[in-house]
C-alpha cells in the first residue's frame, strides 16, 4: 500500500517554496509603500501585513521584528546585483572592459529595481545594531571577494605589485556604490548607461592600469 504521507524532502520543498513566494510577494509589497516617500521606520507591521494579505500573527511567524525584515529584504534586493559584480571578479577579464561594464549594467539594474529598499537599508542600517552588523558583513564579504582576486593578480604579476589590496577593495566598493546613489537622484545629469561604462572604465584602470598591457 503506498504511504499518504509526503516524503521529508518533499514536504521541506513545498515549505520553502511556500516561503518563497511569500518573501517576493512580502518584498513588492514593502517596495511599494517605501515608493510612496514613507519612511520604513514609519510603516506600522499591521500595514505590511494587510497590504500583503496575510494576518500579522503569520507575518511574524516569518519575521520576528522589523529589523530582521529588512534584513530579509535585503538579501533578496542585492542578491543579483552582488552576483553580478562577484562574477566579474571571479572571471579571466580577457574581454577587457567589456565584461566589467556588462557587470555594472547589471548592478544598476538591480539598484534601480530595488532601490527603496536599499535606501532603507542605507538609513537604517546607521542606527540599528542588526541591521548594520548585517550590511557591513555583506559590504565585507564582497570586499573580501575582491581582495582574493587582487591578491591572485600581484601573484600572477598582472597588476602592481605594490597596490594597496585592502585600501583598493574599499575604495572600489565605496566608488560603486556612491556613484549609484547620486546617479539616481532626480536631477541627475547622466543615464545609466553613461555611469556603468564610467564605472566600468575607471574599475579597471584602477586595477590594471599601472600593470602590464593585457590587451594583447
Known sequence: MPSLTRPPKVRQQRVDDL????????????????ADGTPFTELAVQRIAKAANVARSTFYRYFPDKSQ???????????????????????????AQV????????????????RWVLVALNEVSAYD??????????????????????EAEQRAGTIDANLDVLATAIVLTSMVERSISVGFMSDAPIGDDQLAHALGRAIWLIVYGSGPDRSD
Open 99 to 114: 565584461s566589467v561594464v556588462a557587470a555594472m549594467q547589471r548592478m544598476i539594474a538591480g539598484f534601480r529595481e530595488h
Open 69 to 95: 525584515l529588512l534584513i530579509r529584504m535585503a538579501d533578496l534586493a542585492t542578491e543579483d546585483l552582488f552576483g553580478a559584480a562577484e562574477e566579474w571578479w571571479r572571471a579571466d577579464h580577457a574581454d
Open 19 to 34: 516561503r518563497d513566494d511569500f518573501e517576493q510577494r512580502v518584498l513588492v509589497v514593502l517596495e511599494d509603500l517605501l
Open 129 to 150: 545594531r542588526d541591521v548594520g552588523r548585517y550590511w557591513r558583513a555583506r559590504v565585507e564579504g564582497f570586499m573580501a571577494v575582491v581582495c582574493a582576486r587582487l
